[in-house]
């Protein structure tokens, strides 16, 4: 060492002295007895932190100098260390996740392709099922298969072998197994009474796939245990409308008006109220319902522009007011109302290319403006648009007759 370096006493005393005029100058504001003790005290926390960071610093060196040989090494060997048990069987239980999820999407399609196959034989067969009647089968479907429920496992297994008869028997006897404690079991009655309407809606649900009689009757079990459920009353409206039993759907239109919550349940029983009413030829009555959809599809749409269902619905309602003023014979009132539907319409699918339910929404509003000498479209268009879903492979087997008629209009229009 040479003879002027200072020892490391010194180097101590004159690191406390250059902390100490680092905190002096903060501290002149104290009185003179107190300033001395304030600074020695500051003096100390700037050095303890002065350390730290010098340690942390050499630490983080430290582990560079240490580790990136090491990691450069098993670069470039292709070295990798051994893995933990717990490791291993993280990867194995998110593998085992990723393809449960998978085996349930491919199982929804399934069933999916099995109830579309049951409604398109039972309507070869005369029967009038709901349009939407597939849609509903699956989400029913979807729901057993996600319920952690015992009494619904039963049900589960056939729906995962793609057995609908047996599922829909298996909900009927977990039906019957749930009112039959709902009966007996009086504090927990009207607990397990909801249980075992929820399971009726189920059961009615895949019913409806083939038989509008016995969805019906599962509706109406439902009905008796929750009658205040908005739902069920909208289900027993639509199917007694393909029953043909007009004044039991109006009633049920008008009962799921009673026990809507909020505004969209509102909105939906005052459009259902309007169905009826047009199979019952109240065309003014069925338009003012429509209209007081519409009031409240607009607020909705209005109160939230990004809510893609919302402006769904509100294009329904300008299809339905349609829909009538043709009937009345006022076309120059129909005309405006399908644009104002073509128009949402037309941003929904371009907004969201895979979305089918925007693309077939579509397809029905071009083939509404065909009706019109200046609607502005013709059959063509109309047969591209159904096309575009043939050959994506999202074209519903019930819309292939809306397909093959579009061509066919579409062959007679460039005679």
Known sequence: MADKDPTLWQSILKARDWARGEAEIYLTWLPNWLEPYAVDASAAVVLFGTLIAAWRFGAELWAV????????????????????????????????????????????????????????????????????????????????????????????????????????????????????????????????????????????????????????????????????????????????????????????????LQAAKGNRERMVASGEIGNVLVAQGDLPGALQSYRAAMAIAKRLAETDPDNAGWQRDLSVSHELIGNVLVAQGDLPGALQSYRTAMAIRERLAEADPDNVGWQRDYAVSLSRLTGFPDGGFRWSDVADAWGQMEARGTLAPTDQPALKEARSRADAEGE
């Not at 100098?65 to 717990?86: C, T």
């Not at 479907?141 to 039963?154: F, G, I, T, W, Y």
């Not at 599922?167 to 197994?177: D, P, Q, V």
């Open 65 to 256: 100098a240490i580790w990136a040989p090491r990691g450069l090494w098993r670069w470039a060997s292709g070295y990798q260390p051994p893995r933990s048990e717990i490791e291993i069987a993280g990867d194995a239980a998110r593998g085992a996740e990723e393809a449960a999820r998978r085996a349930e999407q491919s199982s929804e399609e399934v069933l999916r392709m099995l109830l579309a196959t049951q409604a398109e034989t039972a309507e070869k067969g005369g029967a009038d099922l709901p349009e939407d009647s597939v849609e509903r089968a699956v989400g029913a479907a979807r729901e057993v298969l996600l319920s952690n429920d015992p009494s619904k496992a039963e049900a589960q297994e056939a729906l995962r072998a793609g057995d609908i008869q047996a599922a829909e028997h298996a909900l009927e006897e977990a039906y019957n197994r749930e009112l039959e404690a709902a009966t007996r079991i009086g504090d927990e009655a009207q607990q397990l009474k909801t249980k075992a309407a929820r399971t009726a809606r189920e059961k009615a649900a895949l019913a409806a796939t083939r038989s509008v009689a016995e969805a019906l009757r599962w509706y109406q079990n439902a009905a008796k245990l929750e009658p205040d459920h908005f739902f069920t009353q909208i289900e027993l409206a639509r199917l007694h409308q393909a029953n043909e039993n007009l004044g039991a759907a109006l009633k049920a239109a008008r009962a799921a």
